[in-house]
């Protein structure tokens, strides 16, 4: 490889790594080597009879700047992809695209605001190049590991969530309803899923899209989740006013002694301290996704059902 990485040939790299291993057998534990060029006293017949693979360089099969894969839009990613046949993996298009858009058109970030071109990984990637020009090695590992969490995360929701999202349906784990409410209907979905990951499918996924996220893990505490980016801010104070009195019913409280400015307060109530009212981010928890010291809501999943359901169809 060249050494000053880019998206481009740490991309390559990846994928390697990544998925190489049955058509390179032991790339996985290839040495990793930084060429300006490729020695004069060795042709790339020989060199990659010895078990070099040329990334981007020498005019080896990867790369890009062969006239043929030059006037067909190739990058280095882009060929090794198609060489490990994973060009079609649905959570690799995303990387692959960012990839070839940053080498073939130099705009790896999109955006006009500074702060995001500042930030973005093609600006970082450029600011570490400067950093440590004597360690490209401590480049390629730093960007390596990002693209490796954006793969398993992009996995998470292309092949895993759709894959949970349907047996979750199938088990009756999962309860979709729609609710007039004021001037829309709210997608509410109610699910009991331990998974990190799932609310954040069930808001994006166009087929469901959802505004409110009921999600009940297998601990019992359930947390309720809004989507902020939805058809406008949705106001959660009916359902943690009715959420806190008949959790309080059911520890066997005298609910009317709490006032109505009481039951809707943001953060905690004392003596009904199992739900959290978030205002800032317009959530509802019962433990959040680290639930240590607060007890698992007493309310059961078909109870939260109705509850969700009531108080959104008598806010209309």
């Not at 981007?56 to 060489?83: I, M, P, W, Y």
């Not at 999109?110 to 450029?126: H, N």
């Not at 440590?132 to 390596?144: G, R, T």
């Amino acid at each position: 490889m060249y050494p000053r990485p880019q998206p481009d040939t740490v991309c390559a790299y990846f994928l390697l790594q990544e998925f190489g291993e049955k058509q390179f057998p032991g790339v996985r534990g290839a040495k990793l080597e930084f060429w300006n060029q490729v020695p004069a006293s060795r042709t790339l017949a020989e060199l990659e009879e010895a078990g070099y693979i040329l990334i981007d360089l020498g005019g080896s099969k990867f790369d890009h700047h062969v006239e043929d894969h030059r006037e067909k839009k190739e990058t280095a990613a882009t060929l090794v992809a198609k060489e490990l046949g994973v060009s079609e993996n649905l959570a690799l298009k995303r990387l692959l695209s960012y990839a070839k858009r940053d080498d073939l058109e130099g705009r790896g970030i999109v955006s006009k605001d500074v702060i995001d071109r500042a930030f973005g990984l093609s600006a970082i990637i450029m600011n570490l190049n400067r950093e440590y020009p004597d360690h490209p090695e401590y480049v390629v590992d730093i960007v390596y590991r990002i693209f490796l969490a954006h793969y398993h995360e992009e996995y998470r929701r292309k092949v895993e969530m759709p894959e949970e999202w349907k047996r979750l349906q199938q088990t009756g784990k999962a309860v979709r309803i729609n609710i007039p409410y004021i001037d829309r209907v709210l997608h509410v979905v109610l699910v009991e899923s331990d998974s990190k990951t799932i609310v954040g499918f069930l808001r994006a996924v166009k087929e469901v899209q959802a505004d409110i996220v009921v999600q009940r893990s297998s601990s019992g505490h359930t947390n309720i989740i809004t989507n902020q980016n939805k058809g406008g801010r949705i106001d959660l104070k009916l359902l943690i006013r009715a959420l806190r009195w008949v959790e309080g019913k059911r520890k066997g409280l005298d609910v009317t002694k709490f006032t109505d400015e009481e039951l809707v307060k943001p953060g905690r109530l004392e003596g009904i301290d199992e739900w959290f009212y978030d205002t800032a981010a317009n959530t509802i928890q019962n433990g959040g996704a680290a639930p240590d010291g607060i007890v698992p809501t007493r309310i059961s999943f078909e109870e939260m059902r109705i509850v969700v359901e009531k108080t959104f169809t008598s806010s209309k």
